[in-house]
């Protein structure tokens, strides 16, 4: 159930991605046109100059809004899924390493896992009181 909602997360920001792609081409095609097209509002080399610059600007906070929000918009996506995995909890999967599933070692048993190599003292063990 987690991994079909993150999928389906994903494909929730491919599209959303692809739809905010489309506003960002628009909005530069657009605002391009419009800042190089600023003299035909009116023949004052001033003013087209200003106007020229005005839409420019506009377009450039344009763009990094589309950006901004496009961000926004795609780790809301994304935090659906993570909230409802919490949401959702289940067992989680134990990884067993291998195939091998020998005894485990007791740590608090009394005899040593190996026996010392000759010629080497035994291992003496702390314990704590």
């Given at each position: 159930?987690?991994?079909?909602?993150?999928?389906?997360?994903?494909?929730?920001?491919?599209?959303?991605?692809?739809?905010?792609?489309?506003?960002?081409?628009?909005?530069?095609?657009?605002?391009?046109?419009?800042?190089?097209?600023?003299?035909?509002?009116?023949?004052?080399?001033?003013?087209?100059?200003?106007?020229?610059?005005?839409?420019m600007?506009?377009?450039?906070l344009?763009?990094?809004?589309?950006?901004?929000?496009?961000?926004?918009?795609?780790?809301?996506?994304?935090?659906?899924?993570?909230?409802?995995?919490?949401?959702?909890?289940?067992?989680?999967?134990?990884?067993?390493?291998?195939?091998?599933?020998?005894?485990?070692?007791?740590?608090?048993?009394?005899?040593?896992?190996?026996?010392?190599?000759?010629g080497?003292?035994?291992?003496?063990?702390?314990?704590?009181?």
């Open positions: 159930m987690k991994r079909l909602l993150w999928v389906l997360a994903w494909i929730g920001v491919a599209v959303w991605s692809l739809f905010a792609w489309g506003a960002y081409g628009l909005l530069d095609f657009f605002g391009g046109v419009a800042a190089r097209n600023a003299d035909i509002v009116t023949g004052h080399p001033e003013t087209v100059e200003w106007l020229s610059w005005a839409l600007a506009l377009r450039g344009g763009l990094g809004a589309i950006v901004f929000v496009w961000a926004l918009v795609s780790l809301l996506i994304l935090a659906v899924p993570a909230v409802l995995g919490l949401f959702l909890g289940g067992a989680r999967r134990q990884h067993h390493g291998g195939g091998w599933h020998g005894s485990p070692i007791d740590p608090r048993s009394s005899a040593p896992p190996f026996p010392p190599a000759s080497q003292p035994p291992i003496r063990r702390i314990e704590r009181h």
